[in-house]
């Protein structure tokens, strides 16, 4: 990437920025208003009316729901009259539309309010307009209404009417009294409705508000069926229009971004280093020698888009003056002899992040840009993410079935939705779900079942999981790969982040930030997999890669070589550790901080611990599902017993197997036709249970070991992605 200037005369200002907006190359830098004599520039004439009329656009597409992604393409198109017309046509029908529905919703809350009119069935005309009765009609308790009319000296008599809840009252004041049913009813349970206008039932008066609702419906239907036909006849136009102003608006601000004087422009900005000739060429055929291009600094990256490289170009040593109009009408630029103000760029930006990873990895830049985009100066994790995270996720569910289901769905939502961040979670389904399905295929499991086990490897899969007690050296197998794993993760984590620190300081940062850590822990945890003190730590850390399951060969580290590790590394990285930390917080804080913080490489390591659990928690769900509706039994000598589906036999066939048998749960598919039925619910319903939380257990724990233990070493973001002014036309053609 190079960032690179532009200088032009005031006057061939709208040229230059038609020709940069065309080519869509440069990341136009924001002017910040340091350079004296400089100013950020007005808007060109006539960028207030086109955002008012791009809102108006925008505003229309709302109204008439226009589909974004609605394909067709208009040649340039006459904004004002047209979209007048279509705004005058527009709102009169979302008008009409309005008045209809508000008068619905007051006809829907009149209908409501006339239930316990209904419920009295007394004709309406007499429940109010007497010259010697005060009437209420409500909801409420009967009896504390006519506890509180009984009690009342001013109502010389009263009747009530009662159905259900609703309560209609008669009462006589009392000799010269008015109003006074309301007063006493202040205290009683009870809730006044309004009593509309009318004669004749209450239900006839609703069946008037029901055919007058449906008339509403029908006009309304009538006003969607208008605004329908004027979004048919106007889309088309109306995302032109608002593709076509956008644009105009993007080009009329563009100004506001460059530093300007009375007569003159820059404009700086980041673009590919070798599209640099095709900026210069199509600005010289564009306004010839009215501007001046110049290459400034260049900014290299390597393949995974990590600036390598950044210098300065020889067209920016002379520092940088006001630029004038020249006798020939092009532009000359004064220097200053190279002023430590008039070196500096138009603003603090960094070459924005290049983000150009092979097609399989890039749906996980979006589990990486979720944190922030990487900084320039930043390796962009998004390989590892890839190698690692899917990883994680297929070992932890590791079945065959729940990984084409999860494959599928995956594959679903990659084709099914437009948004890239979307697409981007439906293909790393699809890479989990594949990993899913060949950890299932090596466990031999589908569904919880054995079938793969028992069909592809006659009965002995590569590896287990481990959950029956006979297997029980396979859990701890996992323990330990999951310890191994962690120890090799967070040893990249540390590696990329002493050559970054390398990069950016110095040895000395890199050894005492990084490299410390990375001392620490694998000091630490060579002394944990070392015969010294033995005794205290337990026995599976040196069998299970001397037999059982593997036989690799190890049984430990040698004691000599756990001391070492602990001193030689552990105890030297703690020691390297706080001289860093003395360094930014004191001697005191320093010393207390680096030994407190020194523990984090045991507790970060055994976080991975995580992958054995949740491998054994969905296995032992799953396994549960499939107890309940096929049945289980165990069989062999006690601490060793191995477990059993009854697949192929009924819960009589463990009586034959003899002592060493025993059933577990006969199975609800042998209960008849009611346990069938319950246990088929309960199959289905119980391995929809452990497909989701696999995704909820498995996925956010891989996801955490990702954040937290690995990126956590190193990574920071923050950094700008690629966005070259410009816009690719969809609706419209180009001029």
């Not at 191994?484 to 993760?489: C, I, K, N």
């Not at 190890?554 to 001391?563: D, M, Q």
């Not at 042998?670 to 246990?679: C, F």
Request: glycine share 12%; with cysteine; net charge negative.
């Amino acid at each position: 990437m190079s960032r690179v200037s532009v200088t032009g005369a005031d006057r061939v200002l709208e040229d230059v920025i038609e020709t940069i907006h065309e080519l869509r190359l440069v990341d136009v830098t924001d002017y910040d208003g340091a350079w004296d004599g400089f100013d950020p520039g007005d808007p060109i004439a006539g960028a207030d009316e086109a955002a008012e009329r791009l809102v108006t656009v925008r505003s229309l597409q709302s109204l008439l729901d226009v589909d974004p992604e609605r394909e067709g393409r208009m040649g340039s198109v006459d904004v004002a009259d047209r979209l007048e017309s279509i705004r005058r046509e527009a709102n009169t029908l979302d008008d009409r539309r309005e008045e209809y529905r508000e008068e619905r919703r007051s006809v829907d809350e009149r209908i409501s309010a006339m239930g316990p009119l209904r419920a009295l069935g007394i004709d309406l005309d007499l429940l109010s307009g007497y010259d010697t009765l005060e009437t209420r009609v409500g909801e409420g308790e009967p009896d504390s209404v006519r506890a509180a009319l009984d009690a009342a000296d001013d109502v010389a008599r009263h009747e009530l009417f009662v159905e259900d809840d609703a309560i209609a009252v008669f009462a006589e004041p009392a000799a010269g009294e008015e109003g006074v049913l309301e007063d006493v009813l202040v205290g009683a349970e009870f809730a006044a409705i309004d009593v509309p206008e009318g004669d004749g039932a209450p239900a006839e008066y609703v069946s008037e508000l029901e055919s007058r609702r449906d008339e509403l419906n029908r006009e309304t239907d009538d006003v969607e069926n208008e605004l329908d036909a004027l979004r048919e006849e106007h889309a088309d136009f109306l995302l032109a229009a608002e593709e076509q102003l956008a644009i105009e608006v993007e080009k009329r601000e563009a100004p506001l971004s460059f530093a300007t004087t009375e007569n003159a422009f820059v404009a700086e900005g980041w673009i590919p280093t070798e599209r640099f000739v095709d900026l210069a060429e199509a600005l010289g055929d564009s306004v010839g020698e009215h501007c001046e291009v110049e290459e400034l600094e260049r900014a290299a990256y390597d393949s995974d888009g990590r600036l390598i490289d950044r210098e300065q170009t020889d067209a920016d040593e002379g520092g940088r003056g006001e630029p004038e109009t020249a006798a020939d009408g092009g532009v000359a630029v004064e220097t200053d002899g190279g002023s430590a103000e008039a070196d500096r760029p138009m603003s603090g930006s960094e070459p924005p992040v290049v983000q150009e990873n092979p097609d399989p990895v890039r749906p996980f830049e979006m589990l990486v840009n979720l944190i922030d985009r990487p900084k320039y100066s930043e390796l962009d994790p998004s390989v590892v993410l890839f190698l690692t995270f899917p990883a994680f996720f297929g070992f932890m569910i590791g079945d065959f079935g729940y990984g084409l289901l999860y494959t599928a769905i995956g594959g679903l939502v990659y084709m099914r939705f437009e948004s890239d961040g979307i697409r981007s979670l439906g293909a790393i389904g699809l890479w989990a779900g594949g990993f899913t399905m060949l950890f299932g295929i090596l466990y031999g499991e589908v569904f919880g079942l054995h079938l793969i086990a028992d069909y592809v490897w006659g009965g002995h899969p590569p590896i287990e999981k481990g959950l029956s007690p006979a297997g029980v050296e396979w859990a701890q197998l996992w323990l330990v790969v999951s310890l191994l794993v962690g120890l090799l993760h967070m040893t990249v984590g540390y590696l990329i982040g002493f050559v970054e620190e390398f990069m950016e300081a110095d040895l000395r940062t890199a050894v005492l930030e990084s490299g410390s850590w990375l001392i620490r822990m694998l000091g630490i945890w060579i002394w944990i997999f070392s015969e010294s003190a033995a005794d205290s730590k337990p026995d599976f850390l040196f069998t299970v890669f001397n037999g059982e399951p593997f036989a690799l060969g190890f049984s430990g580290f040698s004691a000599t070589v756990g001391i070492v590790g602990l001193v030689g590394g552990f105890l030297l990285g703690v020691v390297l550790f706080i001289i860093s930390e003395v360094g930014h917080f004191g001697v005191l804080p320093g010393i207390v901080s680096g030994a407190l913080e020194s523990l984090q490489v045991l507790v970060n390591v055994l976080s991975y611990t995580r992958l054995a659990a949740v491998l054994l928690a969905k296995a032992g769900m799953a396994f549960v599902v499939n107890l309940l509706f096929f049945g289980a039994y165990r069989e062999g000598p006690a601490g060793a017993q191995e477990f059993h589906f009854l697949l192929d036999h009924g819960p009589g066939y463990v009586d034959g197997l003899g002592s060493g048998a025993e059933l577990m749960f006969p199975g609800l598919v042998h209960m008849g036709i009611g346990g069938v039925i319950g246990g088929i619910v309960v199959l289905v319903f119980g391995h929809v249970v452990v497909l989701a939380l696999g995704v909820t257990s498995a996925g956010l724990q891989a996801i955490r070991l990702e954040y937290v233990e690995f990126l956590n070493k190193f990574y920071e973001g923050g950094g700008d992605r690629y966005n070259p002014f410009g816009r690719e036309r969809e609706h419209t053609a180009e001029n």
